[in-house]
């Protein structure tokens, strides 16, 4: 379950932040970075903040421009993220689940197939985990990382056919690293499957992305789970 984990740390949303440009893909609004021409697309899937916060572009920038992907960001949430001065937080869920979200993410990746795009990575960002781990289950993805996860069971990792990288934290009450370690198991039974599972430690839920610029060990391990994706994705999505 999403827990008041996904609501620490929140940030500043801004509709003009980060280096590209939002377009419509496969019906939805998206961030939008990187060689547009590339043949190799990167999806980032959004915890409940949504695709206009600061941090989660930047990452955006960071993969286009040191991997040279085609990153594309969705909208999920319609221009309706979570905002905690508007409503609560099971309330939000239950009008913004993770099942629609995997049906539009179909959506979006049909729209990349159609520009020409050949292989595709996904990134799932706690809400956005449920998602991508979905997406993996059949050939949509080539690709999968998980980054603090939502809602992820063990079920869902028995079935999984792309090679996943799953990356956690120590402190996290949503996806423990007892259920991690539960994950890992599964994985090892699944030769056909290149599987990677860390557990980072003295962080919670949420830090790859909702780190303190002011906390240098926080900032020092949300970027080496950055370069953790993105080494996980330059070895897969070509």
């Keep these: 379950m999403s827990g008041p984990q996904c609501c620490e740390n929140p940030p500043s949303l801004s509709s003009t932040c980060g280096a590209g440009s939002v377009t419509e893909i496969g019906g939805l609004k998206a961030y939008v970075t990187g060689p547009s021409d590339s043949k190799l697309a ?134 423990p690293p007892e259920l991690l370690k539960q994950f890992e198991k599964v994985l090892s039974t699944k030769p056909e499957v290149s599987g990677y599972v860390k557990i980072f430690p003295g962080v919670p839920h949420g830090w790859a992305v909702r780190y303190k610029d002011e906390d240098e060990t926080a900032v020092k391990l949300a970027n080496e789970a950055h370069q953790d994706m993105l080494d996980w994705f330059t070895k897969y999505v070509r």
């Design 42 to 175: 990167i999806l980032l899937v959004s915890d409940i903040h949504g695709f206009e916060a600061p941090k989660f572009r930047e990452l955006a920038d960071k993969t286009a421009t040191i991997s040279g992907f085609h990153v594309v960001v969705p909208d999920f949430f319609y221009g309706d993220p979570f905002n905690p001065d508007k409503t609560e937080r099971l309330v939000w869920l239950q009008s913004h689940g993770t099942d629609k979200g995997f049906e539009d993410a179909k959506l979006v990746i049909g729209a990349l197939r159609n520009k020409g795009i050949s292989t595709i990575g996904a990134a799932g960002f706690c809400w956005g985990g449920k998602v991508v781990v979905e997406l993996s289950k059949s050939d949509y993805i080539q690709a999968a990382v998980l980054l603090h996860p939502s809602r992820v069971t063990v079920d869902d990792i028995k079935e999984v056919k792309a090679p996943i990288a799953i990356l956690g934290a120590e402190f996290d009450k949503i996806s």
